[in-house]
């Protein structure tokens, strides 16, 4: 997992507008993971890009925020390969996996671990879940044998980023153009 980072609340210079951010971009050479993405439920946008030119650990950088919690150029996490195929393990600050931010008290302290797989344009964000669950109602003898159960039927991996730049043509726009 990418958890070996402390989180401050660290702002980085050269992030304020996509323009200069895609002209620093295109010079490098570039992975599938690299670029600018939008997350569609919120409009903040981010920036994936290597942290150092020969490393495979990647930064995620705010651009533009919808919420006043995060500032353009603020860190919010980092990402790493995994063995599988265009799937990363990625720690972040607390950001919902729609892009919005949870409480601005503690948006830049606490670290969320999230599994991100890339497919056509699309980045999907799926929370890790670790721990140990405990049904206290069970000790309790005959009654409480049966215990129910709450559960939530929404597919996982909805959550996430549309591409922005670079553009791949080989996909649709995510909002159609009109004359």
């Known amino acids: 997992m990418a958890d070996a980072f402390s989180m401050t609340a660290e702002t980085l210079e050269g992030y304020d507008t996509q323009e200069e951010i895609v002209g620093r971009l295109s010079n490098l050479p570039m992975v599938d993971l690299e ?12 920036v994936i890009e290597r942290e ?3 490393a495979m650990r990647f930064r995620v950088v705010s651009v533009s925020s919808s919420g006043i919690g995060i500032e353009s150029g603020t860190l919010l996490g980092y990402v790493v390969p995994t063995a599988k195929v ?18 601005s008290q503690w948006s830049k302290n ?3 671990k999230f599994t991100l797989s890339l497919s056509g ?8 879940r670790r721990g ?6 069970r000790l309790l003898p005959y009654m409480f044998r049966f215990s129910v159960r709450s ?15 670079p553009r791949d043509n080989s996909n649709p726009p995510y909002q159609p153009r009109y004359l």
């Open 86 to 103: 265009d799937t990363y393990d990625a720690s972040m600050a607390e950001i919902n996996a729609d892009g919005s931010v949870r409480s």
């Open 35 to 46: 670029g600018v993405w939008l997350f569609p439920a919120t409009g903040q946008s981010i």
């Open 151 to 165: 559960y939530d039927d929404r597919a996982r991996g909805l959550d996430g980023c549309i591409r922005l730049w």
């Open 110 to 112: 606490r670290v969320i």
């Open 121 to 128: 344009g699309r980045l999907s964000f799926t929370p890790v």
């Open 52 to 54: 150092d030119p020969g």
């Open 132 to 137: 140990i669950r405990v049904n206290w109602w």
